[in-house]
């Protein structure tokens, strides 16, 4: 089994609105990652959980929130979004260990966000 | 330092016909090269992966790619195109720390009937 769920499918905020993103995994997985892909672009990392304490913020402006409360979920907080954070919202799993050659990442089916 | 260069943003072919694209790499230490394809609306899936073993690597739904260290290439190639096969593919390669993944810029697939 190598999915990765993502909760809910789709999301529609305003600005002042508060919503969180779900992701959960059961592979067993120690790293856990948060993506913002725009359409026809890649997906571009913004943070990295290893073993639930956060690894890699790669300069997320600080409306957006992740947390880890345990091995299997990873939340990402909204609060107080822009029209440009439209895009979809990419989880993704990793075991963390065994070398970077196995650190193969499993992607959930996103979030599509849409800031009204 | 470790990067991926997908050429060729979008790719069309018709049915049937081989598939081909490609992807150039650079890194300072032997790389992790990975390619995945996203279906509208969907996550992305791993087709295959290089780890350093067999240079001709099998993925899913008839899909390979060849490593090649000479060329620093890692291109993806299906014999046959399906209609199905139309998707977006991204090449990536995986950093020092292995919680990194640089991926291309990907190629956007058509297939024509």
């Known amino acids: 089994d190598t999915e990765v769920t993502q909760t809910p499918k789709h999301l529609v905020m305003g600005m002042t609105n508060k919503k969180s993103l779900k992701c959960e995994q059961h592979?067993?997985?120690?790293?856990m990652y948060w993506y913002k892909q725009k359409a026809k672009k890649p997906p571009e990392l913004m943070f990295v959980?290893?073993?639930?304490?956060?690894?890699i913020n790669e300069s997320v402006p600080s409306r957006f929130s992740p947390e880890c409360p345990n091995s299997s979920l990873l939340n990402l907080h909204l609060h107080a979004l822009q029209p440009e954070d439209s895009a979809l919202y990419l989880c993704?799993?990793?075991?963390?260990?065994?070398?970077?050659?196995?650190?193969?990442?499993?992607f959930g089916a996103g979030t599509r966000l849409s800031v009204l | 330092a470790q990067s991926v260069t997908q050429l060729g943003s979008h790719v069309s072919v018709s049915e049937g016909a081989l598939v081909l694209l490609r992807c150039n790499y650079s890194?300072?230490?032997?790389?992790?090269l990975f390619w995945y394809v996203q279906y509208p609306n969907q996550g992305l899936q791993l087709l295959l992966k290089?780890?350093?073993?067999?240079?001709l690597v099998k993925g899913i739904n008839g899909f390979e790619a060849e490593f090649k260290k000479s060329e620093t290439s890692f291109h993806l190639t299906k014999p046959s195109a399906h209609m199905s096969d139309a998707a977006e593919y991204f090449c990536?390669?995986?950093?020092?720390?292995?919680?990194?993944?640089?991926f291309g810029t990907g190629t956007s697939l058509t297939v024509i009937p």
């Open positions: 993704a799993s990793s075991q963390q260990s065994g070398g970077a050659g196995k650190n193969i990442q499993y």
């Open positions: 592979m067993g997985h120690r790293a």
């Open positions: 959980y290893s073993y639930e304490k956060l690894s």
């Open positions: 890194s300072s230490v032997p790389p992790y």
């Open positions: 290089y780890t350093s073993a067999a240079t």
């Open positions: 990536a390669v995986i950093g020092w720390t292995g919680n990194q993944f640089y």
